[in-house]
């Protein structure tokens, strides 16, 4: 196999969905990209977790056309590729239907930034996309999924190294990184400030933080003024 | 044992439900039927899931007379055999007192489809029966509890193949399959959207999705256009 | 020891709040009663349930003096004695501060009979007593909340073995039965049936259960007419 | 190492988080203090709770400066050292990000006394800090974390070994302890009684728990008159 540590690494993270909580049965998707090559590494289609092998993972050219692999890949792989081909600096990508953020993602309202905890990993609100049109639905629907998550961080100027993870109207979470581990870290987090959200709208749907604080908690953690952990990140 | 094989597999799925977190103590119940030799497998009544053998597992005939087994069986029977005589396509069928869609059950409120997690297995909203009446309940209690809810599916029209779930109120949910193996996955998402519906709803009480994403959900992964999964379903 | 068997059963049961998800750290507490030989065998206060041995079960007689043991007992001991003196078919008292029970019990709120999860178990409400006054909480503390518990269950006539739990208001639950096995048991369910309730009136505050079929579901279980399990109960 | 068993000790409590699910992967962070030596031992910055080992904790001196130790220590370091000057009792502080305290402290909403479960390790709700300003965030944040903190104690003339916890606004909670053990068991309680105040304000906006119970409560545990457990505490 060409692509076999690819494929090793993204079945890894598939697999860390599951122990992280995410995912049940089938569900979910992690993929990882390969600029290089032109090429992103994906979960089969409906295929479980358990008996996964790094054989069953399917690689693509980002036309969509297998490059390597006998399954058929995940469904949502138009959806993955068209976010690849936007965001230019994330290197993998993660999707699941996680409970609470999938709340808020039907409930079709963003999530607020309410707590440090969030400002530690998503510089403002994490988004929700506009509904997709019938239209949009019926004709070439996953492809159509990424388009509408990228239309909305272009329109609202998001950088998406900044707000690595965005809500799909009546869908789910889609998550996303520079590494595939930090892809994972963020959908786990996503999930765990979605948690809280609830609660808290739940105590005083009046919450909010003010941008100072989300200031500082970002950027004691991102970019060249970061002072979290053991090095510069 | 004439069934043994029917036995050995209704008692994996009945233990499923406690691997899923579906029943505690001895909630719930599993049964699977063979329409060829015109006959139920159903977990026994009151004995917990740890000490159940294949061996404790009841076979009775569709009038609900025992043909296999030296155990009473669940006091749900005739419940079962009242769905398996109407609803032609169904193989197998799981009760569970399951939180989330108990708490549904015992509102008397459907679970509106909102979102595509739920639209992936149920095409619409999971009917809730209406309330049974004293007579109902107090003369042939169990074989009524089926009849309303076949009733629910004749008179609004659903195939229980495309909903294959329903909620008796002030009871709890029974959810259903072709083969045992689906009633039980079935049960289980049951469960996970039921709990979705509740945050979504706390979040937004108007949350709804588009009829048109619930087509393309459910007939991606349902019917001869489906293109999710390994292979044709 | 003279009681030894009395104090292996107890902390077996004690033992059995933790494996049930029932308590933290040394919350919570079982006592068994021997009415032939007036003693009861109870947890000791303070100690965590990993370490505790048979030994440190203390066992006190009915004026609450130590009849065997090195321990002291629990601080609560002087409510279970108030109850086995005056509910005298209970074998068995379960006293915890589960999660979705005592938020009933703080918010002074009984347990509305929403479904037949709860009426399987529970014949009606689990009723919530009245505040004590200033001097019952100053004075003879324990003792007096065994006493309105006792005044609750003669004051609205309830079968403390019909309704076998009771919320003490702004402290926690109660539960008992027959045997230890039937109090644990019953613990068990009143928390379960406590989460079912916040969710249902979250759904419909106005959810109520016809008394027919609490009658049929609580009678299909206990009673001369029961037709649920393998034997007669 | 000369501060090897202040340093094991820190580790093991900083695991402990992790047992108890207060915190997922680097969240959250111990401390002790050895006053005699004027050091303090704490979590390094970013670095996950199964490979760290006793020399990856950090011992710094009142001032922040290291004194043994070649990790960054976690970045909240600055806001212990304030509590530890101020708070002359205290042995050990514990920072989570634990869900339904989180919450509160999201919420901008003191957690209040609704029952004996509080009662018994809280004396009186648990407070939450004023917001602190633009210039206490821009400068010195850490520190001014721990300022605001000993501010709200000092102008409530809160007894910081009475309520040994506090909620930092739109930030989470701190809970401390004369002993490592107590810091740790607080957090954990906090938690706990957090998520039983979210169910009962949903239940009941208006519980409240009179002060005579509270006084009962907290006092049969804590101080000269105490007796609860097996020995004077």
Redesign the interface.
């Known amino acids: 196999m060409k692509f076999e540590e690819l494929r090793i690494k993204t079945l890894a993270a598939n697999k860390a969905l599951v122990e992280h909580g995410l995912v ?2 089938t ?1 979910g998707n992690v993929s990882m990209v390969d600029r290089k090559e032109g090429v992103i590494a994906i979960k ?4 479980g977790y358990e008996e996964m092998s790094p054989g069953d993972i399917v690689v693509l050219d980002l036309d969509g056309r297998i490059a390597e692999g006998s ?2 890949p995940s ?1 949502d792989a138009p959806t993955h590729i068209e976010l690849y081909k936007n965001f230019n600096e994330i290197g993998a990508i993660v999707h699941t ?1 996680s ?2 953020a ?8 963003p999530i607020p930034c ?4 969030h400002a530690d990993y998503f510089y403002g609100e994490i988004p929700v996309t506009r ?2 049109t ?1 239209e949009e ?2 004709r070439d ?1 996953e492809r159509n999924t990424g388009r509408v998550i990228v239309e909305l961080f272009n329109e609202k100027g998001i950088n998406p190294l900044q707000v690595p993870a965005c809500l799909v109207a ?3 979470p889609f998550a996303w990184g520079r590494t595939v581990d930090s892809a994972v ?1 963020n959908a ?2 996503l999930e ?1 400030i979605a ?10 749907p009046n ?1 909010e ?2 941008s ?2 989300l200031d ?1 908690h970002f950027f ?1 953690k991102h970019g060249k003024n970061a ?4 090095k510069e990140q």
């Open positions: 049940v049965f569900f089969p289609s409906g295929v399954k058929k469904s239907h409970k609470n999938t709340a808020f993602a039907q409930a079709k309202k309410l707590g440090t905890t509904e997709m019938k639905v019926e629907y009546g869908h789910g870290y786990v987090m765990e948690g809280m959200a609830v609660e808290t709208l739940e105590l005083n919450a933080l003010p100072f604080l500082k004691r002072y979290y952990g053991q």
